[in-house]
């Protein structure tokens, strides 16, 4: 008789994945309650993905957040918030999939802290200078154009780091 191997997600990469959605929610509510609709309702999805190891579930969740963010930002003037929405919500999902793959590959048994903490560590990084690249932009070159001109350069940059990792 063969025992079927545990796969449960990584505990410290779902951890650290809800904690960006919460994070992408947070500020994104500061902007309405669009956006603190959709972003609840994407922390929940979220919670279930990593949960249960359902990259549906994930997916969905952070594609809710990320609506609350753009939602968020296009009916409010603070691109200060739309920022670390988007940023949040991007990580929430690369950390979500990492759990589940961390999960599916090495089981909750090994030891991965320190892999974990580098995927995470890096992706932050390559977010917020991601994001802080894409502010600047805003910031010197939009001569005076609306937050819609952010949230468009933002959706671009998710697109085409989404191309990217395929």
Known sequence: MSRERDRSPARLSSVLSLTAG??????????????????????????????????????????ALLVGALAGGLTS???H???PGVMGSVLAWDLGEQAI????????????????????????????????????VYLFASGGQPVTALVFLLVAAV????????
Request: proline share 2%; glycine share 16%.
């Open 101 to 136: 793959n961390v999960g599916e590959q090495l089981g909750p048994a090994a030891d991965t802290t320190r892999l974990e903490a580098t995927h995470a560590a890096a992706s932050t990084v390559v977010a917020v200078g991601g994001g802080g690249l894409g502010y600047a």
């Open 81 to 83: 918030l739309l920022l």
């Open 22 to 63: 919460a994070v992408a929610w947070a500020t994104s509510a500061l902007t309405g309650s669009l956006a603190l609709a959709a972003g609840g309702a994407g922390v929940l999805v979220l919670l279930v993905g990593v949960v249960l190891g359902s990259r549906r579930g994930v997916t969905l969740g952070a594609a």
């Open 159 to 166: 697109a085409l780091t989404s191309a990217l990792r395929n």
């Open 77 to 79: 003037d603070a691109p």
